[in-house]
Nanobody, 116 residues
Framework: QVQLEESGGGLVQAGGSLRLSCVASGFTFSTYLMSWYRQAPGKEREFVADIDWTGGYTHYGAFVKGRFTISRDNAKNTVYLQMNSLRTEDTAVYYC?????????WGKGTLVTVQS
């Protein structure tokens, strides 16, 4: 059974930093691309970042502009999202995502609130 569990969200001041974590289980984590998405209140879910199974290839949404870094630790079945220079518009629920054997899986999300 594939499971994705996010953590690390919280309340932060604008300009601050947070590191999100997503622990995966139920599949061979080290062979799958992993992604982060987010959904702000009243908006559609949007792509934040992804990372290939080696950790050598990463891709970011246009709004990131060098502020976020995705990484992974295959020994810990964990993918991270380091978020720096946070803005109020980064307030959203952040979701971990994987496509495993053609099926899309999502975690329950972790709320990030950036206060001005």
């Amino acid at each position: 059974q594939v499971q994705l569990e996010e953590s690390g969200g919280g309340l932060v001041q604008a300009g601050g930093s947070l590191r999100l974590s997503c622990v995966a289980s139920g599949f061979t984590f080290s062979t799958y691309l992993m992604s982060w998405y987010r959904q702000a209140p009243g908006k559609e879910r949007e792509f934040v970042a992804d990372i290939d199974w080696t950790g050598g290839y990463t891709h970011y949404g246009a709004f990131v502009k060098g502020r976020f870094t995705i990484s992974r630790d295959n020994a810990k079945n964990t993918v991270y999202l380091q978020m720096n220079s946070l803005r109020t518009e980064d307030t959203a629920v952040y979701y971990c995502h994987a496509r495993v054997r053609g099926i899309l899986y999502w975690g329950k999300g972790t709320l990030v609130t950036v206060q001005s």
